[in-house]
């Protein structure tokens, strides 16, 4: 593998490479490692599943101890692929609180800040095309081998039977 990032750089499934690829990735490619889910009403609004966090959005937290709670993003920290939300605090040892760095697959953005045309402008596209449903292919089931089933046979009248003959002695 090479040095350095490639945008060419085709997935591997070795941890050690993806590790590599994120940590190497530029701040432009980097800015998509850090997108959420749409709440199920902007989903709706502007038929996009996931957008990329940005400061100011309002967000639900998902997973974690801080569960269900509401805030606005403080800061995002593209280096480490962190988020800070303003109601997720931690206390430290020496009683300070400081904010809890968050990882964005666990939020859900449920108010987006629209003040950048950018990011209107991204809203505005067109939705990805709908996938049609996948048609399952009609495959045969082996069948099972059914036991064969008597045919029923002539019926003769009964045979005599034939007296036996005794023995003399």
């Known amino acids: 593998m090479k040095q350095t ?7 591997s499934i070795q941890p050690r490479k993806q590790r590599k690829f994120r940590h190497n990735a530029p701040l ?11 709440s199920p009403v902007l989903r709706n609004e502007y038929g996009k599943r996931s957008m990329p966090i940005r400061k100011g959005d309002e967000v639900k937290v998902m997973r974690g101890g801080f ?3 509401k805030g606005v993003v403080d800061r995002v920290d593209l280096k480490r692929g962190k988020i ?12 300070s609180e400081v ?9 859900r953005i449920t108010k987006m800040g629209l003040d ?11 939705p990805r095309k709908e996938k049609k449903p996948i048609k399952k292919k009609e ?5 099972k081998a059914k036991p064969k089933e008597k045919e029923p046979e002539e ?6 039977e034939k007296p036996k003959k005794e023995k003399v002695s």
């Open 5 to 11: 990032w490639s945008p060419k750089w085709k997935s």
């Open 28 to 38: 432009h490619v980097r800015h998509k490692f850090i997108s959420a889910n749409l």
């Open 67 to 69: 569960k269900e709670l």
């Open 84 to 95: 800070y939300v303003e109601n997720v605090k931690i206390k430290k040892v020496d009683g």
């Open 99 to 107: 904010l809890k760095a968050l990882e964005p697959s666990n939020l």
């Open 116 to 126: 950048d045309k950018r990011r209107q402008k991204a809203l505005e596209r067109a």
């Open 139 to 143: 495959t045969r089931k082996p069948e």
């Open 155 to 160: 019926k003769k009248p009964p045979e005599k």
